[in-house]
């Protein structure tokens, strides 16, 4: 009993040093700044969608391509020194917030439109790109106002701007919400809504390989911006991302990422700077 009794303030002590030891460590984890623990991970992890071509979309040969994927490209270039040290995520409209905020993504890039509910919930960093929904419908069955869409089902992707908008504004349309851009433009084919809306940007793409189809409402709601998106009070990373996005604004870096990515699906349909935004310029 005796024994017993001396090993037990040596295990007591133990206990103190270890208990102390892990409480340090993760004190230590904790006050690395966001941007150390990027480069210790080794990669930059940034949301993109998978199937919004010209934006965010994998390619016949498996390659994430797309205006947001270039940007982000150059993003993990800038920040760890390789443009491949970037981890694609893959998101839906719907779950872009709580992938920032669940730490998921260190960076959404997933053609994010800029509304003030949105900046209630995450910071956003200077925009790059300009937009506005739009409605597209069969040329046999064209609509042109939103007035025509009473009595019709419209379609649209669960937590975008189009499902708030008309949510909002007009409760009376029928809407048949998707999660993916797949489903809802394929929904759309198949007859089982009248018209579909998106951001316009999108839609002048889509209709261009759809011949059957056009947009016959071309602007609705005004003109917003699109922006990349960091974690609420992630102050050091949005500061680094507009620091970067300003340095490339001053190299007309998005009017080339045009070029490289919107162009071949535009043609000479749409003009640059209706769409392009040199952030900080």
């Not at 071509?53 to 270039?77: C, M, T, W």
């Not at 995520?89 to 439109?113: C, G, M, P």
């Not at 070029?259 to 040199?278: A, H, K, M, Q």
Request: negative net charge; proline residues 4%.
């Amino acid at each position: 009993m005796k024994k017993f009794n001396k090993f037990v303030p040596l295990a007591i002590a133990l206990v103190l040093i270890i208990g102390a030891l892990t409480a340090c460590a993760s004190q230590s984890s904790n006050t690395k700044s966001s941007i150390d623990r990027i480069k210790e991970y080794g990669k930059v992890r940034i949301g993109v969608f998978s199937d919004k071509p010209p934006f965010g979309y994998v390619d016949s040969n498996g390659e994430v391509q797309g205006y947001d994927v270039y940007l982000a490209r150059r993003i993990a270039k800038d920040l760890l020194g390789d443009e491949s040290k970037v981890e694609f995520v893959f998101v839906e409209a719907a779950n872009r917030v709580e992938y920032l905020q669940s730490d998921k993504v260190d960076i959404i890039l997933a053609n994010f439109t800029v509304t003030d509910d949105r900046k209630k919930l995450v910071d956003f960093a200077h925009p790059y790109m300009k937009v506005s929904l739009g409605v597209v419908s069969p040329k046999d069955n064209v609509i042109t106002d939103v007035s025509q869409l009473k009595g019709k089902k419209l379609i649209v992707n669960k937590g975008t701007t189009a499902d708030i908008f008309f949510t909002k504004n007009y409760p009376d349309i029928e809407l048949l919400k998707y999660d993916q851009n797949t489903e809802a433009f394929q929904a759309l084919l198949d007859g089982r809504g009248d018209a579909l809306a998106h951001d316009n940007t999108m839609l002048f793409a889509w209709v261009r390989e759809h011949e059957g189809y056009t947009v016959g409402i071309t602007s609705l709601g005004g003109q917003d911006t699109i922006a990349p998106a960091v974690k609420k009070g992630n102050t050091e990373l949005l500061n680094w991302l507009n620091e970067e996005l300003e340095k490339l604004g001053k190299e007309n870096f998005m009017h080339k990422n045009f070029e490289e990515t919107l162009r071949p699906f535009y043609g000479d349909s749409i003009n640059p700077d209706d769409i392009v935004i040199e952030p900080g310029t």
